[in-house]
């Protein structure tokens, strides 16, 4: 395995969604909300996760009906017993193989997974293959390079600080291309043509560092995977840095970021 890859932990449902779930809704609704999908649609799901954006989709855009795909079957069965709406069905798949015939969908859509899959020229591919003519492709990634999602970058540099080794796990790294110009780039690359893209921001409050803290032990996503990885006495050690730079005492607040593309087939 990668050492890039080595510490993305996609099984833990629950942990994960302690991570990461409550900010995938902020960025779900608003994404939602730019993309003004029609109503009574068929829509597929590229990397549901734990379901923030399927529950978004079904809550807010009226579907007809929602194929939610991940290749994690340990998320696809989270998701699956936390969504039950006869609208939305759930299916283990890459996104190199999206489970639809040619044309059958009229929104695909995928929310902070694009980065993670391999070959993402092919799976925006497969995107654009389901898709009927004038149908939706869409997605959304976090800004990675441009610190994207603050409690990752201000981990990733805490711990670069203490390792110098883990600068090579940090997403900003790992994902260059996650970018405006970058996914302009890359939706040319895979046909995509007159491609719209804007910028989500939402804010990430923590009451106290301990709640900033505590997600990053649970040892679901990449950060966390790293941490839990770590000696006790390495992991007290980055604790510490990180309550000494963000918050001795008191509330931690800041930023995230996202690049989100929508773009119709002819």
Known sequence: MDIDTKFDAWTAGQSYEH??????????????????????????????????????????????????????????????QAIDDPRARFETATAQQLPAEDGSVDVVTSGLVLNFVPDRVAGLAEMLRVLRP???????????????????????????????????????ARFPF?????????????????????AIEIDTP???????????????GPAPGY??????????????LLQSRLAPEGPVNLRARAWAVKARRP
């Open 134 to 172: 004038g149908g939706l492709l869409s997605f959304y990634v976090w800004d990675y390079p441009g610190g994207g999602i603050g409690f990752i970058d201000a981990f990733w540099k805490a711990a670069a600080a203490l390792d110098p080794k883990a600068a090579e796990l940090d997403e900003g």
């Open 19 to 80: 991570y990461m779930g409550r900010w995938s809704r902020l960025v779900a609704a608003r994404f939602l909300d730019w993309l003004d999908a029609p109503e009574d649609a068929d829509w597929l799901e590229l990397g549901c996760g734990t379901g923030a954006l399927t529950s978004a989709i079904l809550e807010r855009c009226a579907p007809r009906t929602i194929l939610a795909t991940d290749a994690s079957a340990a998320f696809v069965a989270h998701a699956r």
């Open 178 to 198: 996650c970018t405006a110009d970058g996914l302009a780039a890359l939706c040319s690359d895979a046909g995509i043509g007159d491609a719209e893209i804007t």
């Open 227 to 240: 941490c839990l990885s770590l000696p006790e006495e390495d992991r007290s050690a980055l604790k510490s």
């Open 206 to 220: 923590f009451p106290e560092f301990e709640a900033f803290w505590q997600p990053f032990t649970l040892g679901a």
